[in-house]
């Protein structure tokens, strides 16, 4: 199952509640390729594995935390305290050139926090609305609990933690990540262990639609159908 890239120790494994789903897609695609080495008269094509095996290595990668927004938003401040407070290692990306117009389609994360310091604009807003299997947090920066912008410690300590939040922050959490210990910092990491929690239930249900998607395809069809029904089927044990 996909493990956690930590500079220190995970507190537990991403494990799921049965065992690993995917190991008998595993052991048949080795099936597929063993089988192709003693004889070209195979009914699994072996130029299928490819496409599978690819599926299959998103299903065990590291799992993918992205913190997004555009300039200025605290994306890289938030990033730095969550990797100071558990050792993640969460990839920034810039909102404005994933939403932009004729982008290409990103691969999606298993968590994705969004960090919005204005009102959100109509690219973020549409981006939010968007179909997703992961967990999706958006955040404010910058309002309620303060200035928690990519600029450091640029402002007094003075500021008033109760100030009411504009209207377009409001029902976001507020989050101050420029101390990582802060108050509101909790609330991600909350956020990201429920993520974790749930991330097994996450990355079977993205391989069987990859594994549908690849089996009405002429090349991988057999091995794709093969893999889905070991992957869907009931447990042996």
Do not use: Y
């Not at 799921?16 to 897609?25: F, G, M, S, T």
């Not at 309002?143 to 976001?172: C, N, Q, S, Y």
């Amino acid at each position: 199952m996909p493990t956690v890239t930590r500079d220190t120790e995970p507190r537990g494994p991403v494990r799921p509640e049965r065992p690993d789903p995917a190991a008998r897609v595993r052991r048949l695609v080795g099936s597929a390729w063993e089988r192709s080495a003693r004889s070209t008269d195979t009914a699994i094509d072996p130029d299928g594995c490819g496409p599978v095996e690819a599926a299959l290595a998103r299903f065990d990668a590291p799992v993918d935390i992205r913190i997004r927004g555009g300039l200025g938003s605290g994306r890289r401040t938030l990033a730095a305290a969550l990797r100071a407070r558990r050792g993640w290692r969460a990839q920034i990306d810039d909102l404005d050139v994933l939403a932009a117009p004729g982008a290409p389609a990103a691969a999606a994360p298993d968590v994705e926090i969004l960090c919005l310091r204005t009102a959100p604009c109509r690219h973020e807003e549409a981006w939010t609305r968007r179909p997703r299997r992961h967990a999706l947090l958006v955040v404010a920066t910058g309002v309620g609990d303060g200035d928690g912008g990519d600029r450091g410690h640029d402002r007094d300590d003075d500021r008033d933690d109760d100030e009411a939040p504009p209207r377009w922050a409001r029902g976001l959490p507020a989050v101050d990540a420029r101390e990582p210990e802060h108050r509101s910092v909790d609330r991600v990491v909350s956020f990201v262990d429920r993520a974790l929690e749930t991330l097994a239930t996450v990355r079977v249900a993205r391989l069987e639609a990859e594994l549908e998607r690849l089996a009405v395809h002429d090349e991988v069809g057999d091995l794709a159908e093969a893999a889905l029904c070991a992957l869907t089927g009931p447990d042996p044990s």
